[in-house]
């Protein structure tokens, strides 16, 4: 087991182990790699160490250690399973700091944010732990003595394929539901992001989950085609972009395995006249500005009622520019890297091509170069707040992805409704009013799958998130997610004699 060092705040160094893919309890290196891929560390630019790719060999040995252990799993009870997923849990409890300090080297986001979303998996799995043990079917009472009931019954080996925002929470939130419900799981991170997942594996099988419950295959679209298609797998469930999503549809259907699609969004957020402007410019920093503007629900169309937009404009302006940017390991740092240097250079050309077509850049939307001489190869840049913007712009249409704000004026609340719904896509929205008819009489018609009234970006593992129209199909986290990773079986007793027609 090699060790390779990286930065670390507290210490100097912190030490990551590869190889990267996971099954069968263990740490496994490909005997005969045919292809690598570097992956680096956004906050200075420099390669972390270089990724073993998974073929059809590979995958076929992680799917087959996942049905190996879905035949033991799934004939233990909710209470045991549960024991097993609290006590992976308590382990990354203690290891948080460990965990949120190799998420930050590998994607690039602040320590704060990364501590946050460590916990979020945690409490993910705790909620799921105990749901384990409530799945039940119901009895249902027929003429004559007989009765009929049902049984939720899992599904087998699924897949998890990852993005790379939020590596170690999705990741969690993906296995925590198929494993309390008896499933096995085999998860592809994404190789941008491939170190944390590991990380997860191991924390499972030192809680006392059997070998293969969870593995994890390293590679890109062709691994995760190789998943699509295998013939053992009865689920998907992908989070990233939309092409990617209807992609993995496609092949899933081929085998008529159900799937989970947590896709793009360009998320309108309305403020109103009577907003509480303080609370207003806050929820649109955490809208546009947290995992610096790498979040799929982020409220990037920004529309303020017209009598409000100048002090608006002005707040949120001045509020962006105090973003600290720089060393993400820092406590003090509050906007680190951008995943890589193809997605910052990207996110600027959207900014150029905004400035081209009439926006104006209020603030930001430059590279920026930390003074750290150790940070100045990595992918920084200023968050960016743009004015003047109207529905026919590209930055409005489009997912940036990325530390960017287009602000937009609106007249009345019918007019801010119709032009809030106009997207193909239906992932998020939200409405900051003090009117708290209005609030929920908008929220009622705008057409996203998950609405926040007077805050925004919140994501309790106990509340369903997903999206309407093509941001996708079921949801993540809740009670609604069960449905998502069982199947269910009727089953009718006769307690008569047979009724033949012949």
């Known amino acids: 087991m090699r060790l390779a060092a990286l930065r670390c705040a507290s210490s100097g160094t912190v030490d990551v182990k590869v190889p990267l893919n996971f099954w069968c309890g263990d740490r496994v290196k490909i005997k005969d790699v045919s292809t690598t891929e570097p992956v680096y560390e956004p906050a200075t630019g420099r390669v972390l160490c270089e990724l073993e790719l998974c073929g059809s060999v ?58 946050m979303d460590v916990d979020s998996a945690r409490l993910c799995i705790e909620y799921y732990a105990g749901v384990a043990s409530t799945l039940a079917g119901q009895h249902i009472q027929l003429p004559g003595g007989s009765f009929a009931y049902t049984r939720r ?43 944390t997942a590991v990380m997860l594996a191991e924390i499972y099988a030192k809680a006392g989950a059997p070998e293969g419950l969870f593995n994890i295959v390293q590679g890109g679209q062709e691994t995760g085609n190789l998943l699509c298609h295998h013939p053992d797998v009865a689920k998907v469930s992908f989070t990233g972009s939309v092409p990617t999503g209807k992609k993995i549809m496609e092949m899933c259907s081929k085998g008529v395995k159900q799937v989970t699609l947590e896709l793009g969004g360009k998320s309108p957020l309305l403020i109103f006249e009577d907003s509480d402007l303080g609370n207003a410019v806050k929820g649109a920093l955490m809208a546009n500005f947290l995992s610096q503007g790498q979040v799929c629900s982020n409220g990037t169309r920004v529309f ?55 926006a104006k850049v209020l603030c930001g939307g430059e590279p920026f170069v930390p003074l750290d001489p150790k940070l100045r190869g990595g992918y920084y840049m200023t968050p960016c707040v743009l004015g003047d913007c109207t529905d026919d712009m590209t930055c409005v249409k ?105």
């Not at 992976?88 to 320590?111: F, H, L, Y």
């Not at 999705?170 to 008896?182: E, F, Q, T």
């Not at 993540?476 to 006769?494: A, I």
């Open 58 to 115: 590979e995958v076929n040995q992680a799917v087959q250690a996942a049905q190996s252990a879905y035949q033991a799993w799934s004939r233990m009870s909710g209470m045991e399973r549960a024991h097993i997923m609290i006590e992976a849990a308590r382990i990354i409890e203690n290891r948080r700091e460990d965990i949120a300090e190799i998420e930050v080297v590998n994607n690039g986001k602040s320590i704060t944010e990364a501590r």
């Open 398 to 502: 489009e997912e940036i992805f990325g530390p960017v704000m287009s602000v937009l004026s609106f007249e009345t609340e019918e007019e801010a409704l119709l032009r809030a719904n106009n997207s193909a896509l239906g992932l998020a929205a939200g409405v900051f009013t003090s009117d708290v008819k209005r609030a929920h009489r908008v929220v009622e018609h705008l057409k996203a799958g998950s609405c926040f009234i007077n805050n925004y970006n919140i994501t309790p593992v106990e509340v369903p998130f997903g999206g309407f129209k093509m941001s996708g199909i079921g949801r993540e986290n809740g009670q609604v997610t069960v449905e998502h990773y069982t199947q269910m079986k009727t089953v009718f007793v006769e307690m008569g004699d047979v009724d033949s027609l012949f």
């Open 304 to 358: 303020v009622q017209r009598q409000m937009l100048p002090e608006f404009l002005e707040e949120v302006v001045r509020r962006t520019k105090d973003i600290e940017i720089g060393d993400p390991l820092l406590e003090s740092t509050r906007m680190g890297a951008l995943v890589s240097r193809p997605h910052l250079d990207r996110v600027l050309g959207y900014v150029e091509q905004a400035r081209k077509e009439g």
């Open 153 to 195: 019954e899992p599904l087998g080996v699924c897949v998890g394929i990852g993005a790379w925002n939020y590596p170690f929470q999705i990741a969690a939130w993906k296995s925590a539901p198929a494993l309390a419900c008896g499933n096995s799981m085999v998860f592809k991170p994404s190789p941008v992001t491939p170190v």
